[in-house]
């Protein structure tokens, strides 16, 4: 039982007993939701990049604190400054690509084996300054306040792309090229992740796949798969597309066509995920709302294909439980119907 935080190297611990999570109901699986917010919000939403450096008032001052790099061997000297959770919080950042400090205190307190959350902001200010990660401030729309979320830089790229070549990362210079709201949907991945992995029937997650290039059955890239023994003896391998209100449903066409091609039209529902133990693969989706949910089914014809596949609903999670936030595409009449999943939190 394992969680891929490092890339190329599994570590084998569990988080906490789910009956003394912080943010999870042990009881009835209801929790607080980072990434959750209204469709006007979602819309409407801003993020900057925060370059300021506490004590310094002027821009180009504390610019000047963050470490320039002129030859990649200047990053031999800085692996060799970075102790066990500097690395493991640059490594978590990269695998998740956009996080909210909210959540990195989360899996501080997920995993107190390994990591001190008094240590958090030593960490990011050393690698903030070191320049492997940025900063951004993010205004909460209802609470009013600047929160800060951090991604890889372009150094911090290269830096782990030199060490652990093996290991695939979201280049920063995609933030970019995409729109601003992917922040949003890399925040729904990671708190997908932190319910799942508190789960008594977790097994293992890897955090990119994009299909199998050897036999040219390519995915649009999936950012978080998690292997689930939700039934016993029966384990699900979760391939998970998080959708937005506003996203163009033709990305999810696109993407339930492509899974249709790599499952062989549903015949061959037990192909390799990644490094993840052997098991039926879903095609998953993390969604707001049930409504969200239905349109989505709708436009895609779930029903129409062989595999199975499923929602998970942000806000039935917050209201009524984990255990009671699955929606299946109904065979029978077309919609969706819940799947309850009562032995999940035990």
Aim: charged content about 25%; hydrophobic content about 40%.
């Amino acid at each position: 039982m394992s969680q891929n935080v490092n890339g190329d190297q599994q570590v084998s611990m569990r988080p906490v007993p789910l009956q003394d999570s912080q943010f999870i109901n042990a009881q009835d699986g209801t929790a607080m939701l980072p990434s959750l917010i209204n469709p006007e919000d979602e819309k409407n939403f801003q993020i900057h990049r925060n370059f300021y450096i506490k004590g310094y008032v002027d821009l180009r001052d504390s610019v000047r604190q963050i470490r320039q790099y002129e030859i990649a061997d200047q990053y031999n000297n800085v692996l060799t400054k970075l102790d066990f959770e500097d690395e493991y919080w640059l490594k978590f950042i990269a695998m998740f690509k956009s996080v909210q400090k909210l959540q990195l205190k989360r899996e501080a307190r997920m995993f107190p084996q390994l990591l001190d959350e008094m240590n958090l902001d030593k960490c990011l200010n050393k690698l903030f300054r070191n320049g492997l990660i940025m900063r951004w401030t993010y205004n909460h729309p209802i609470d009013d306040k600047d929160i800060p979320v951090y991604t890889l830089t372009g150094n911090g790229y290269r830096f782990l792309k030199t060490f652990y070549a093996n290991s695939n990362y979201f280049h920063p210079q995609d933030f970019f090229n995409l729109n601003r709201r992917y922040h949003l949907r890399f925040w729904e991945v990671l708190d997908v992740y932190q319910l799942l992995v508190s789960l008594p029937a977790y097994r293992a997650s890897t955090t990119m796949f994009h299909g199998n290039l050897r036999d040219k059955r390519l995915l649009l890239p999936s950012p978080l798969q998690i292997n689930l023994e939700l039934t016993k003896g029966k384990p699900k391998n979760l391939v998970f597309y998080p959708a937005l209100y506003n996203d163009n449903l033709n990305y999810y066409k696109d993407a339930s066509l492509k899974w249709d091609k790599f499952t062989e039209g549903g015949q061959n529902l037990n192909k390799p995920i990644n490094d993840l133990p052997a098991g039926q693969d879903v095609l998953a989706f993390y969604v707001p709302t049930v409504e969200r949910a239905q349109e989505i089914n709708n436009v895609l014809k779930l029903t129409q294909f062989a595999f199975p596949s499923l929602f998970l609903v942000g806000l039935e999670i917050t209201n009524n439980g984990l255990p009671r936030a699955f929606f299946l595409p109904d065979r029978q009449n077309g919609g969706l119907r819940q799947y309850i999943f009562p032995d999940v939190l035990r």
